[in-house]
């Protein structure tokens, strides 16, 4: 994913704020303590009070919001256990008991205190075979607020995403192995959007420990914490355009283009902070060189208002989660977006391509 060298760019900021809707932290964790503030460490919805940590983390299963925190942001170069992925203030919404069990009433609650809490983005590493209403209208709340909502795919190993990472509004993450395949109990389908590293991942766990884990969990919240890095290079994105960055910079993988088990690819660190810096920075046409074998070719930058290249004949054009915007590229807002652009070529045998356009004010 290209971590370190993303971290040669931007390293993260404390204005970012990640909720982690879990099980509770362990937020005086040596590895966590740091990205905490005092009197603003989340909620509690199982015990009702501002006291966020797990009851009992002799639960087997207490360890899980703990550690979905550290893989986003246990503190780097502290000569302690691991690095996490960028540098944020976290918020710990605890919504599931200390086994993983709760209501997707109370899930919905914490998602849309997080959304009045200043976060910009929401963990979920949690999954309901069906979805709710309350869930539902929390994640469209939370998605009007601007967050970017990132959530795990679930864990069946089945053609089926789970909710709410299979509604609209959420980036559902899937796992990779460790022979960069998806992971044999990661779910997938159309909705999966990206997918990262998700099995003997190390993180943090109750009790200032370190441990293992596999889970579609794990790799949820390392595209949360390179969300977190995207935001920190360019606080002025939308939830919209991180998450077609996202998307932009993935690596793909399987076969070429969107697919229902990798989505759009492996998200790379680099590429995606690389894409947030050239967005604020370039205020002229230009574009950003992606790996000669991907299909996609290349991402395409241009001002608001301006033509796509000549070679274009007719184009369709998509958001961040693949929603048709309109037929045609002109008179778009700034914003990032994804162009399906078809030419004839010299023999006349049509040629259809996938470009990545992001619009600049």
Not at 106 to 123: E, L
Not at 132 to 137: G, T, V, W
Not at 191 to 212: D, K, M, N, W
Not at 249 to 254: N, P, Q, V, Y
């Amino acid at each position: 994913m290209y971590g370190d060298q993303a971290w040669d760019v931007i390293g993260g900021s404390m204005d970012v704020e990640v909720a982690v809707v879990d099980n509770g932290c362990d937020y005086r964790h040596p590895d966590l303590a740091a990205v905490f503030k005092t009197g603003d460490l989340g909620y509690d919805f199982i015990g009702n009070d501002n006291d966020p940590r797990p009851d009992n983390i002799n639960v087997p299963e207490s360890f899980h919001g703990t550690h979905v925190a550290g893989i986003i942001a246990a503190t780097r170069n502290n000569n302690e256990g691991i690095a996490g992925w960028s540098l944020v203030q976290l918020l710990a919404v605890r919504v599931l008991n200390d086994s993983g069990s709760g209501t997707t009433d109370v899930v919905a609650s914490g998602v849309r205190w997080a959304a009045d809490h200043g976060a910009r983005i929401i963990n979920m590493s949690l999954t309901s075979s069906s979805n709710s209403a309350p869930l539902d209208q929390a994640c469209q709340y939370a998605a009007q607020a601007g967050v970017v909502i990132v959530v795990a795919s679930g864990n069946e190993g089945h053609q089926a995403i789970g909710f709410p990472a299979a509604l609209s509004q959420c980036i559902a993450v899937g796992a990779s192995s460790m022979d960069s395949r998806l992971a044999t109990f990661s779910n997938y389908g159309p909705e999966q959007e990206v997918v990262a590293p998700g099995t003997t991942i190390l993180s943090c766990v109750p009790g200032g420990a370190y441990g293992q884990a596999d889970g579609t969990s794990m790799a949820s919240p390392q595209v949360a914490g390179v969300a977190a890095l995207v935001l920190a290079r360019n606080w002025g994105l939308s939830d919209g355009d991180v998450r077609a960055i996202l998307d932009a910079s993935a690596i793909d993988m399987g076969v070429a283009g969107r697919d229902i088990q990798y989505g759009y690819g492996l998200v790379n660190a680099k590429r995606a902070v690389d894409l947030a810096t050239a967005y604020a920075a370039s205020r002229t046409p230009c574009a950003v060189n992606r790996e000669s074998s991907a299909v996609e070719g290349r991402t395409v930058l241009v001002r608001a208002g301006a033509g796509v290249p000549s070679w274009v004949e007719q184009a369709d054009v998509f958001d961040g989660s693949g929603r048709l915007i309109q037929a045609g590229s002109s008179g778009l807002r700034s914003g990032a977006y994804f162009l399906r652009a078809r030419s004839e070529s010299a023999v006349q045998s049509p040629k259809s391509s996938v470009r990545r356009l992001l619009v600049l004010d």
